[in-house]
Structures are given as C-alpha cells and as structure tokens.
Nanobody, 116 residues
C-alpha cells in the first residue's frame, strides 16, 4: 500500500504564491517520477509539473517561469512552488507518484483557488 498526503492548497489573491507538498509513505520502492496534475471544473486533468529520474523536470507551458517543482528523495516528498498565480490556475491539484514497476498512485487532491 502507498499513501500520498498532500498539503498547502488554499485561497490566494491573483499574483500571490502558494506551496504544495506531497509525501509518499508505505511500500515505497523505486520512485521513477513525482508530479502534480490539476483539474479545473469542466476540464480534463492536465499535467502541471513533473520531476522524473530519467530526464529531470518538465512543466506545462502555462506555468513555465511561475511554478517550480522540487523533490526530496530522502523524504519521498515533492513540492510545487507556485508564484504569480492567475485566476486560471484555480483547480484541484493532485499529486502523482509513479514507480519503476509502472505502478502509479494519486493523492486525494487539494483545492487551489485564486481570486481577483
């Protein structure tokens, strides 16, 4: 069993910052990638940022230059620093972990709301 615990969501004004964290626990073996996805009402879930052992970090074009993903391998934690938040960043943000076996897990989601 693998558990993902997310924290850091909330309400922020446009232009503000939030930091999301995700910690994996349980039967942790070889983590291949950790990432953040988001889903806004009426839209499909989309990749926001991902950090992968094979090729480093990748970001959605919409967040490049504003969001930064980092990972603490010793703590099995991934963080997403979100700066210069925009109204369109409002969504439920989900942590995702993928192991080298191919198995993947999702967190329960954390709401990020950006107000004008």
């Amino acid at each position: 069993q693998v558990q993902l615990v997310e924290s850091g969501g909330g309400l922020v004004q446009a232009g503000g910052s939030l930091r999301l964290s995700c910690t994996a626990s349980g039967s942790i073996f070889s983590i291949n990638a950790m990432g953040w996805y988001r889903q806004a009402p009426g839209k499909q879930r989309e990749l926001v940022a991902r950090i992968r052992s094979s090729d480093g970090t990748s970001y959605a074009d919409s967040v490049k230059g504003r969001f930064t993903i980092s990972r603490d391998n010793a703590k099995n934690t991934a963080s997403l620093q979100m700066n210069s938040l925009k109204l369109e960043d409002t969504a439920v943000y989900y942590c995702n972990v993928r192991f080298s076996t191919g198995a993947g897990y999702w967190g329960q989601g954390t709401q990020v709301t950006v107000s004008s």
